[in-house]
DNA sequence: TAGATTGTTAATCGATTAACAATC
DNA sequence: TAGATTGTTAATCGATTAACAATC
């Protein structure tokens, strides 16, 4: 199968399927596993999981059900986690720092090459291995390391303004935990990452509960 | 109109919107606003806009629009941001100590009362105002503070032990931010906060974005 | 071979969009 | 009043589920 075929358009949904797959495959230890199996740990139906690995091109096997190492492999090509994918942070606070340290991106293909802030306190500091840098040297790194994802962890009155110096630089992609909508041009991408949001959902859960559990009596 | 009336069933991506429209109008300055302009602002239709605010009941002026102080009041109490939720945060590693810091909760109802691990070198370290607790200590708290939600900031093989707990002691929806499926009983609320997988949607949109300019030449 | 499981087409379901009457 | 915008019913669209033939 060529790369073409194997990435035409799918839905939001299914991706994000196999992204659930794919975290299931790595925690797998038998060498077969059927449409059912990944269906039932997951609480979804068989013929989904079927359908959304057929958009993928990926065949199993009848009456044996899908080799889990060869999948795997399938899905990390999916996600690019074959190759390494260099990202900088802006914003050195909490947030920005607690992402500089964590270990766990290198799983991803994920290597954080440089952290900013135009604070001139935390210029120079160490966060892990890195330095932080003033915002003016965001283009020579970006250039240098060939950085395709901008983290924006900056305050939101200052992320617009990040975002388009990211996207001036040559960023390609914007991975955003400031809760604004961005504004950028169509071609660059841009994910979302607003903690504060979640927490809404879960307190109208909780509110819901509530007043389910009231409606009982 | 009653909470009941106001909280039946509607579909999660109507939620998803709602608040998302509550962003919106916290950054609006105008009394009122349409349907269309929200629609406008956020790439959507404006028949969708009135249908979901249909679900919460909530009635515009024809020729006017929706008043925007009102609306975005109505929204605050669907999303319970009215009243303070106590919450805990287990696990006092780089995320945890960050999310302990963070400021913007407080704008969402949301207080931070107690940080936990079972680290002794981390034990009795200050973060923020917090002191960082021995895990035997979540069951005080939680009883003291009326604690509703957990969030768990520990590393995965942990994640499942550490969610046991907070079920035992009372914990009502856990906020996880560990790259696992928890188990826990059905009426526990469960939102995952996996940051690592949003990376790979954007590698994936990364991939498929270079496979495409390929395709064209 | 018989049986189990895949892959795919058709049917269903639910969410979005279109149409339009109601209303200020 | 005329016109603009809401609220809601009906039509459409897309995703999920059901059914079943293909296959090892």
């Given at each position: ?35 059912e199996?990944?269906a039932?740990?997951?609480g ?49 606070g ?120 009231a409606?009982?009596?």
């Open positions: 199968m060529s790369k073409d075929e194997r990435t035409l358009y799918f839905p939001k949904a299914s991706l994000d399927r196999l992204k659930i797959y794919r975290r299931l495959l790595t925690e797998t230890d038998s060498e077969y596993i059927s449409s199996d990944i039932n740990k997951l979804i139906n068989p013929e989904l999981v079927r359908k959304d690995l057929s958009y993928i091109n990926y065949k199993g096997k009848p009456k044996v059900g899908y080799h889990v190492q060869s999948l795997l492999d399938e899905l990390n090509e999916l996600f690019g986690l074959k190759k390494t994918t260099n990202v900088i942070i802006v914003g050195a909490h947030l920005g720092r607690a992402l500089a340290n964590f270990k766990g991106f290198s799983k991803y293909g994920i290597k954080i090459v440089g952290i900013f802030d135009n604070d001139p306190q935390k210029i120079n500091q160490f966060v892990g291995e890195l330095v932080v840098l003033p915002l003016d040297y965001i283009n020579r790194v970006v250039r240098r390391f060939n950085v395709e994802i901008g983290t924006i962890c900056v305050p939101e009155e200052a992320a617009q303004k990040i975002a388009d110096l990211l996207v001036q630089n040559g960023i390609k992609a914007i991975w955003n935990f400031a809760p604004v909508k961005l504004e950028v041009s169509e071609d660059i991408i841009v994910v979302d990452e607003d903690i504060s949001q979640s927490l809404l959902t879960i307190k109208h859960l909780l509110e819901r509960k509530q007043l389910e559990k409606g009982e009596k």
